[in-house]
């Protein structure tokens, strides 16, 4: 299985990191090590002093689909979760400014966290999901699918151009604004709707 992200599609968090508003969805990937394994927690790595959470929609493929119209996109996936894009911020500023890919900023060991998991028919509309992040206890991100600049639907048309999804892919559909940095013994908690879908401590 393979994490499909998209990045810069929720314009308060383009604005809060000064980017430019992409044309298209920006997507990158993250390999199946990059999961951060249950109950476990997450360890800052020794190669960034600024690693931000981001928390974002989650979206499972069930079956397998290329060029998928964005009409029959909503057949690919039954489940909708939530989880952490961690990022070495420090670490992609030096690799943005020298035009190279951000995996290494993006797709390390533990830097993709998966929560739960809901079904879609949980949710009057898909496009209108509330969620947000408490860091310790404070809320510290807050967003709905409806501020997305493409949506979930659209998403799967565009990155099945160019990926053949699979049964077990999971999308990440973007951050809002809000992103910060992680310290030792933070404990983020992430709910879609007011349901809590993970818990996570840092170390």
Known sequence: ???????????DHIKEL???????PVVFLKPDTSILLKKQ????????DDVHYEVEVLVKINKVGKHIDKK?????????GLGIDFTA???????????????????FDGAAVIG????????????????????????????NTALMLWKIDEIIEYVSKY????????IFTGTPAG????????????????????SIKIK
């Open 89 to 107: 911020r420090d670490l992609q500023a030096q690799l943005k400014a020298k035009g190279l890919p951000w995996e290494k900023a993006k797709a």
């Open 116 to 143: 739960n998991w809901l079904p879609k028919t949980q949710f009057q509309n898909i496009d209108q999901i509330n969620f947000s992040l408490k860091r310790n206890d404070d809320v510290v991100q807050q967003g």
């Open 163 to 170: 990926f053949t999804l699979k049964i077990g892919d999971i």
């Open 41 to 48: 927690p997450f360890f800052i790595p020794d190669f960034s």
């Open 179 to 198: 992103v910060g940095k992680v310290f030792a013994e933070d404990r983020l908690t992430g709910y879609l709707e007011d349901q809590e879908m993970f």
């Open 72 to 80: 029959f996109a909503h057949k690919y996936y039954d489940d909708i």
């Open 1 to 11: 299985m393979k994490l499909i992200c998209i990045g810069r599609n929720y314009t």
């Open 18 to 24: 000064e980017n430019e508003k992409p044309t298209d």
